[in-house]
């Protein structure tokens, strides 16, 4: 099955830097990568996603790269602010419709003043 | 997008008992996914449920311990049997919002087993 590996575990960075989180899956098949933050408590809230046949999608600060050919996908945050900070996951599926998602193990986001 | 509906939010519960989580979407949807999150954890897929039919188990989850029940196309429940400490996560249930617009998650039940 689909396997996803997710780094950093921890980024810290100061206000108005970005941040990069990067992921990589296993499965040639999948076709669907959404990005989700998970402030502490609450539910994970789908942020940005992209399919196979685009290689970039952006909104506002947040942009998501991906590379079909090295099976990895990027989450960039540009401008960071204090909001930003939270658990941010990386998922993958096979299909859009009615697929399961497999998700990466998780960044946890500090943005310090 | 779609209001998903998830109760209790939280519960304490003894060793050996069972507790069953609710998830009320104010859409029909074909399929409902049921997640646990351990602490500090990405989360984990434990089952699909489709409308009409029985559930399908992910490795390493059984429908005996996690039986679901998928009554009409906009409920769902997720029983949690003979819990153990290890038990003890946050179970979330999701949809799709249609195809090609994204996944939606529940906010959650926090379940601690004493």
């Known amino acids: 099955g689909e396997n996803v590996e997710q780094h950093p575990s921890t980024l810290s960075v100061q206000e108005g830097d970005s941040a990069v989180i990067k992921c990589t899956y296993s499965d040639s098949a999948s076709n669907y990568f959404p990005w989700y933050k998970q402030e502490l408590g609450k539910r994970p809230q789908l942020i940005i996603d992209i399919r196979s046949n685009v290689g970039e999608k952006k909104d506002q600060r947040i942009a998501v790269t991906l590379n079909k050919t090295a099976k990895h996908f990027s989450l960039h945050i540009t401008e960071t602010q204090p909001e930003d900070s939270a658990v941010y996951f990386c998922a993958a599926s096979t299909s859009g419709s009615w697929g399961k998602l497999q998700f990466g193990a998780g960044t946890q986001v500090v943005v310090t003043p | 997008s779609a209001v998903i509906s998830q109760k209790p939010s939280r519960d304490i519960c003894q060793r050996g008992t069972s507790l069953t989580i609710q998830c009320q979407v104010d859409?029909?949807?074909?399929?409902m996914f049921w997640y646990r999150q351990q602490p500090g954890q990405s989360l984990t897929l434990i089952a699909t449920a489709n409308q009409g039919s029985e559930a399908t188990y992910e490795s390493g989850f059984v429908i005996d311990k996690f039986p679901i029940s998928r009554p009409n196309l906009t409920f769902s429940t997720l029983t949690v049997s003979n819990m153990s400490p290890e038990d003890s996560s946050i179970y979330l249930c999701?949809?799709?919002?249609?195809f090609g617009d994204g996944y939606t998650f529940g906010s959650g039940t926090r379940l601690t087993v004493v």
């Open positions: 999701s949809v799709e919002e249609g």
């Open positions: 859409s029909q949807v074909t399929m």
